[in-house]
Structure formats: C-alpha cells, structure tokens
T-cell receptor
Framework: ELKVEQNPLFLSMQEGKNYTIYCNYS?????LYWYRQDPGKSLESLFV?????AVKQEGRLMASLDTKARLSTLHITAAVHDLSATYFC???????????FGEGTQLTVNP | DAGVTQSPTHLIKTRGQHVTLRCSPI?????VSWYQQVLGQGPQFIFQ???????GRGNFPDRFSARQFPNYSSELNVNALLLGDSALYLC????????????FGDGTRLSIL
C-alpha cells in the first residue's frame, strides 16, 4: 500500500522568506503531482513530475523529484500573501491508476 | 471548454438517508474517479470508472457505490449515511484509464446531521 508523508502540516511564514515542503512516499511511483487548494475550493494542478531528477518551476514555486530517495520537494521562493493555501502532493503507483494524497501543508504567508 | 461539473454543490442529509452525487467529465474524457476529502485531510480515493466499468476501488464500505453511463458521466451513491460521511466529494476526469493529470471538479459538499 502506498503511503505518503507530507511535512510540515502547518507552515506560517513571512513574505519574502524561502521554505521547502517535503513529501516522502513508501513504494515505487512513476509520477508525482503537486496540487493547490484554496479554502472551500477544488484542487488546482501545479506540477507533474515524471522522472528521477525532474525539476519544474512556475513563478515562486519549484518542485523536484528524487525517485531513489522516494522524496519530492516543493520550494517556495520569496513568499507572497497570494501563495497562502493548502498544498498537496499525490503519487500514482507504478502499477495502478489511483492517486494517493499526502495530508496537505497549510501555508500562511504573513505580511 | 467546460471543465468537470458536479452537482449538487451542497447537500444536507440526515443519518440513515441515502444520497446520489453526479459528475460530468470534460468532453472526450472517458475515465472518472471519485475522491472523498474530509475536512483537514487529503482526498481519499473511492472509485475509478473507465468505459463504464469499475477499474479501481478504495478502502470504503459497500454503502458506497458508483456507476458510469454511456455518455461517461457518473453517479456516486452512498446509502445509510453516517456522520463520518460528511466531506467534500470530488470527481476527477482523465482521457484514459491511466492517463494523467486528472482534472478535478469543484466538488459536492455533503453535510450529515
């Protein structure tokens, strides 16, 4: 059974600061997703990472994947208030078709 | 193009009742998956349907059932509702059975009193 551990679960940071969210997963996976969710809203796809060493960047967010360490990271650079949301990582098992989500990181960026 | 649409957006039921949630996938998408998101947690996989057949089932009791219609829309049915069924129910569609990313709808918020 694929398990996903995401940390931290809560993150409060000041505007302009950098931070990293970590996702560890327990078994082989052939792709990793990062989603953003605003309160009361659905999931917005941010990144899809398909291979070891993959790195993708969009604005102040950068995601990476290390399949050997079974680790993905979401790095936030110079945070702004608009980034406040809950961020989820999700893995798809190599042999399956379902997504397994982490518990989410609730990010609050303070002025 | 329209995204994934779900109805209703909100629903209030009492314990023991049953509920039907509906989902229309993006045009051309043949796979529909259902997820349950309890407040403060990540979404949990319930079902996947592809070409009108169940292709995956999560760890949910038999009170949960679903089906997919010839137009690829889908229904999620939950019988004998419990307080713990209160959640946001998300529908996601994709082109094929194992084709990602999945595109999520806005969800149905189900409250059980």
């Amino acid at each position: 059974e694929l398990k996903v551990e995401q940390n931290p679960l809560f993150l409060s940071m000041q505007e302009g600061k950098n931070y990293t969210i970590y996702c560890n997963y327990s078994t082989t996976s052939d792709r990793l997703y990062w989603y953003r969710q605003d309160p009361g809203k659905s999931l917005e796809s941010l990144f899809v990472l398909l291979s070891n060493g993959a790195v993708k960047q969009e604005g102040r967010l950068m995601a990476s994947l290390d399949t050997k360490a079974r680790l993905s990271t979401l790095h936030i650079t110079a945070a702004v208030h608009d980034l406040s949301a809950t961020y989820f990582c999700a893995f798809k098992e190599t042999s399956g078709s379902r997504l397994t989500f982490g518990e989410g990181t609730q990010l609050t960026v303070n002025p | 193009d329209a995204g994934v649409t779900q109805s209703p957006t909100h629903l209030i039921k009492t314990r023991g009742q049953h509920v039907t949630l509906r989902c229309s996938p993006i045009s051309g998408h043949k796979s529909v998956s259902w997820y349950q998101q309890v407040l403060g947690q990540g979404p949990q996989f319930i079902f996947q349907y592809y070409e009108k057949e169940e292709r995956g089932r999560g760890n949910f009791p038999d009170r949960f059932s679903a089906r997919q219609f010839p137009n690829y829309s889908s229904e999620l049915n939950v019988n004998a509702l419990l307080l713990g069924d209160s959640a946001l129910y998300l529908c996601a569609s994709s082109l094929g059975r194992a084709v990602f990313p999945q595109h999520f709808g806005d969800g149905t918020r189900l409250s059980i009193l």
